[in-house]
């Protein structure tokens, strides 16, 4: 079985190698999920953790009154939202190197935390969703875009076929809705609230998790 640090490893050496493309390759098909994942955590209101910030390509999309730190687990990635950060003049926002499965926070940290494009691609995803309701605030929410699907047995086995050699290029093709469904009834402390389809054609998903108040 993959370890955590093993999967690190290998997204640093991929995200290595996209850094200078990812955004020329991206930037156009995730606009809209990203810009709808910052509009909801800045309508929440308060502090805002996103994880997986790789280049940056949400950040505009925050409004400049919510305090936005960002966690990254490549430098590559991070250096590029740095200099957005820079030529955009975002001075809202914090960058840091960080493994989401153990982030440096203290608990209730944050009102919102958003994770675009990233929790398909962790090696534990339930761990990393623990901490997310850990640093977050009674009352807060955790915001999730991505490639999720809803099941059916014929797209499940074209799924976990493909699997192997997307994660090699740092994609995922098989991440169940399930898999948030169970970890949600399962950890007792949070509310799985929306699922809603995003475009194109619903490729994509936005989860709303409620951390319930104390």
Known sequence: MTTSSETADLQRRI???WAPVYDRLYAGILKQAHRILAQRASAHGGDVLEIG???????PYYHPARKLVGIDISEEMLARAQEKRARLNLQNVSLRVMDAHRLEFSDATFDVVTLPFVLTLVAKPEAVLCECARVTKPGGAIIIASRISRGGVLQSKLERAVA???RRIGLSSSFHLSTIQQWNEEHGGVLLDAV???RPMGFFKLVAIHRKAD
Do not use: I, M, S
């Open 196 to 198: 809603e389809d995003l």
């Open 164 to 166: 192997p050699v997307a």
């Open 53 to 59: 910030v790789g280049t940056g390509l949400g950040l």
């Open 15 to 17: 995200y290595r190698r």
